[in-house]
């Protein structure tokens, strides 16, 4: 099942979708070569004059058509995205909920943010009437991960539409099957549409290069900091822009007033829920020394009894990309040889392609464990004196997406102090469930946003016009006609209009 024609393929150009809880293939997909792509590419730029030209509110009907035909199928899709993510079904159901979350405000806010608008002339040019306008950029490429491989990537397509651009999507080589489902979702709910408003591109990392040459007018992707840079480095030739979503190494800092069960609490599910493959999850945590024993025992009685699997009952599912086992691996055995001890789990936690929760304490902050993103189901724990010392270890990161805080009195000020995209106060990954809020990072956690007026933004050019009503006479700034008198009646406002302020 493919949403876009590709030539016809040889069995070695090929993708295979793999349950990977089982190692099972579950669907094999052509794979888009260059021509492929730039079909795609062509196919959306045909479109987007049909859809760039429709009012926010046509786009509004289309696109909340489109999230009715997700929940009806919302079953159906939940039980793929379990077994092409192995992620548990609950957790499948919930991400496709926040990603219609998403997909209603990007639809109901478009028209309010992206609507023309006037804006003051200012005295000088007051025979203007000044108008600021929002074109759609026009295609959009967007490449995404497999991690939350329904709401991150929605984060940009969502905004991409309802902004009135197309949208290419090369969905991660490990959740090809859900994106499909996504683009055919649309295309089913809105069947009188031309084809070509929302397409996908099936492949790895050449496909997805692939798209970042095509000419299309911006790429946004969601990924790792490694590939960001490269696409970056090679939209640059065409000065395409970017918008990148990267990865993480969020830090808790545990206040010691902080409501220290409800901490250990959202240290436990935020560090290891979708075995910890999250961007925003919880890696690190910075605790005041008074209630470190209390908040580390806490901890680990909670998750001592959490288990991953592919069952019902499992917490949470396998490791979605194979690779990753290894640098999980990797890390934990870094950090107890710099010094950390795991008070839960460790090495042998790694048990094929499941891994046990697995936290560590006392871990050297040079150590792989805090320094590099992890995105396996571990959390280190280190010991602070005081909130200063905490923010300090926290903002030491090259990353920058979010974090949390928790304290009872000064939860805001330390936010405030965080250098990041985005802060929880009293709880874990809040943030990202608010669709008004924007999201995104700092330093090789990526440029730019997702979400909220500023994710909308992302998908616009801003177009000033200004209007010339009518002429006043000797006063034609912009022309050779203008005389010594206008000068002179210059020199004499200009000091009035910007030289008062002492
Ligand atoms: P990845 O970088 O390996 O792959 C992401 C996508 O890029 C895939 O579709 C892949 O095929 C494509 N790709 C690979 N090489 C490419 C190239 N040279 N040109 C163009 N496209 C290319 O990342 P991943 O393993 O799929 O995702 C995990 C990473 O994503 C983690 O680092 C995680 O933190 C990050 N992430 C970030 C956010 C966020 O919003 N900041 C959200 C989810 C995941």
């Known amino acids: 099942m493919t949403t876009t024609e590709t030539t016809p393929a040889a069995p070695d150009t090929l993708l295979k979708s793999v349950d990977?809880?089982?190692?099972?293939?579950i669907a094999t997909y052509p794979i888009a070569d260059e021509d492929a792509v730039r079909a795609a590419v062509a196919k959306a730029r045909t479109a987007a004059a049909t859809w760039g030209a429709l009012s926010f509110d046509e786009r509004r009907k289309h696109l909340l058509r489109w999230s009715s035909?997700?929940?009806?199928?919302?079953?159906?899709?939940?039980?793929?995205i379990h077994k092409e993510n192995g992620k548990p079904l609950d957790d499948a159901f919930l991400e496709l909920m926040l990603a219609l979350e998403h997909i209603a405000w990007a639809a109901k806010n478009a028209k309010k943010l992206l609507s023309p608008k006037k804006v003051s002339p200012g005295a000088l040019m007051s025979n203007f009437a000044a108008r600021l306008e929002h074109r759609p950029l026009g295609v959009i490429?967007?490449?995404?991960?497999?991690?939350?491989?329904?709401?991150?990537?929605?984060?940009?397509?969502?905004?991409?539409?309802?902004?009135?651009?197309?949208?290419?999507?090369?969905?991660?080589?490990?959740?090809?099957?859900?994106g499909n489902f996504l683009a055919d979702a649309f295309k089913k709910a809105n069947p009188e549409l031309p084809e070509g408003v929302f397409e996908t591109i099936n492949g790895y990392g050449a496909t997805g290069a692939a798209l970042v040459k095509s000419g299309v007018d911006k790429i946004a992707f969601t990924g790792s900091t490694a590939t960001g840079k490269r696409i970056m480095a090679a939209a640059a030739e065409n000065l395409t822009p970017v918008l990148l979503e990267c990865g993480g190494k969020d830090a808790v800092i545990v206040a010691g007033d902080a409501d220290?069960?409800?901490?250990?609490?959202a240290v436990a599910w935020g560090a290891t829920a979708n075995s910890g493959q999250t961007c925003a999850g919880v890696e690190r945590v910075y605790v005041d020394?008074?209630?470190?024993?209390?908040?580390?025992?806490?901890?680990?009685?909670?998750?001592?009894?959490?288990?991953?699997?592919s069952d019902a009952k499992a917490a949470y599912g396998p490791m979605t990309m194979p690779s990753q086992i290894?640098?999980?691996?990797?890390?934990?055995?870094?950090?107890?040889?710099?010094?950390?001890?795991?008070?839960?789990?460790?090495?042998?936690?790694?048990k094929g392609p499941f891994i046990e929760p697995v936290v560590l304490v006392d871990v050297d902050e040079d150590s792989e464990a805090v320094a590099e993103e992890t995105f396996g189901p571990t959390v280190t724990i280190r010991t602070v004196d005081g909130v200063d010392e905490a923010v300090e270890l926290a903002n030491k990161s090259k990353y920058g997406l979010s974090s949390a805080v928790y304290s009872k009195k000064n939860g805001l000020d330390i936010a405030r102090r965080l250098r990041v995209g985005a802060t929880s106060v009293n709880s874990v990954l809040a943030f990202a469930a608010i669709p008004g809020l924007p999201f995104g990072g700092v330093g090789d956690s990526g440029i730019g946003r997702i979400h909220g007026e500023p994710g909308l933004r992302e998908f616009v050019r801003p177009h000033s016009i200004a209007v010339q009503r009518f002429t006043v006479p000797g006063m034609a700034l912009l022309s050779y006609t203008r005389t010594d008198s206008t000068m002179k009646l210059l020199r004499k406002l200009v000091p009035f209009l910007h030289g008062r302020h002492k």
């Open 260 to 265: 220290v069960k409800a901490a250990a609490d």
């Open 141 to 178: 490429g967007v490449i995404g991960p497999w991690n939350y491989p329904v709401y991150t990537p929605n984060g940009s397509i969502a905004y991409a539409l309802a902004a009135g651009n197309t949208v290419v999507f090369k969905p991660s080589e490990f959740s090809t099957g859900i």
């Open 326 to 350: 290894d640098i999980v691996r990797r890390h934990i055995e870094d950090a107890l040889k710099k010094g950390g001890t795991a008070v839960l789990g460790g090495p042998e936690s790694i």
């Open 20 to 25: 990977p809880a089982t190692g099972e293939v």
């Open 69 to 80: 035909r997700l929940v009806a199928d919302s079953e159906e899709f939940t039980q793929l």
């Open 289 to 309: 020394r008074s209630v470190r024993e209390e908040f580390v025992a806490e901890v680990k009685r909670i998750l001592s009894d959490i288990k991953p699997g």
